[in-house]
């Protein structure tokens, strides 16, 4: 299994909808994870920290299952500001102090 | 407070010749990472310090490619004789501290086009 594996999409959905995205990872040992967010030529910002079981902020839902190992991101209520790049983030396996960004999910909402 | 500082923002090369790339991280941080990005690929992680040191070299692509940090605050990301394939975006990141919780803060990056 890859250190860190996103479906690279385009996931397109309408605006309103609901989308939700996985991320798998390979080091069982990880116990933070985190989800960023890159606009089109922009860095990487910071849009969730997933330390337990999920996080809630709004209308983003970040869920982890540690059997699976994977974690997810919900988007409730998709704007068209959504659309972006959302890279999910992980500790090496071996070595927590490396974060290990993933290849990113890109979500198209279109009115 | 002001975030992470990266310059130049674009640099232009001719093939061969040596860049240096500057980073300066949110003050009280001492993690500091380099990462690469190429045009529609996801981010490389390059090197990271603790401080001053650097624990994990491994991610840097060549020995044309060096790091150092002084003072636990600006950071240089040194290539020499650079080649057309190191365009890409060089991210510096800065954290409280290396490990499980600390989430990285970016800055805008250096946009190196190597001709």
């Known amino acids: 299994r890859k250190e860190v594996e996103q479906d690279p999409g385009p996931f397109n959905v309408p605006e309103g909808a609901t989308v939700a995205f996985n991320c798998t990872y390979s080091?069982?040992?990880?116990?933070?994870f985190f989800w960023y967010r890159q606009d089109c030529r922009k860095e990487p910002k910071l849009l969730m920290s997933?330390?337990?079981s999920g996080n809630e902020d709004g209308r983003f839902t970040a869920q982890l299952n540690r059997a699976s190992q994977y974690i997810s991101l919900l988007i409730r209520d998709s704007k068209l500001s959504d659309s972006a790049t959302y890279l999910c983030?992980?500790?090496?396996?071996?070595?927590?102090?490396?974060?290990?960004f993933g290849t990113g999910t890109r979500l198209q909402v279109f009115p | 407070g002001a975030g992470v500082s990266q310059s130049p923002s674009n640099k232009v090369t001719e093939k061969g010749k040596d860049v240096e790339l500057r980073c300066d991280p949110i003050?009280?941080?001492?993690?500091l990472y380099w990462y690469r990005q190429s045009l529609g690929q996801g981010l490389e992680f390059l090197i990271y310090?603790?401080?001053?040191?650097?624990?994990?070299k491994s991610g840097l692509p060549s020995d044309r490619f060096s790091a150092e940090r002084t003072g636990g605050s600006v950071s240089t990301l040194t290539i020499q004789r650079t080649q057309q394939e190191d365009s890409a975006v060089y991210l510096c990141?800065?954290?409280?501290?290396?490990?499980?919780?600390?989430?990285?803060?970016f800055g805008n990056g250096t946009r190196l086009t190597v001709t």
């Open positions: 990141a800065s954290s409280h501290q290396t490990g499980n919780n600390s989430p990285l803060h």
């Open positions: 080091n069982s040992a990880s116990q933070s």
């Open positions: 997933v330390y337990s």
């Open positions: 983030v992980v500790p090496k396996r071996g070595n927590t102090d490396k974060l290990i």
């Open positions: 003050s009280g941080h001492t993690a």
């Open positions: 310090f603790q401080g001053n040191s650097a624990p994990d």
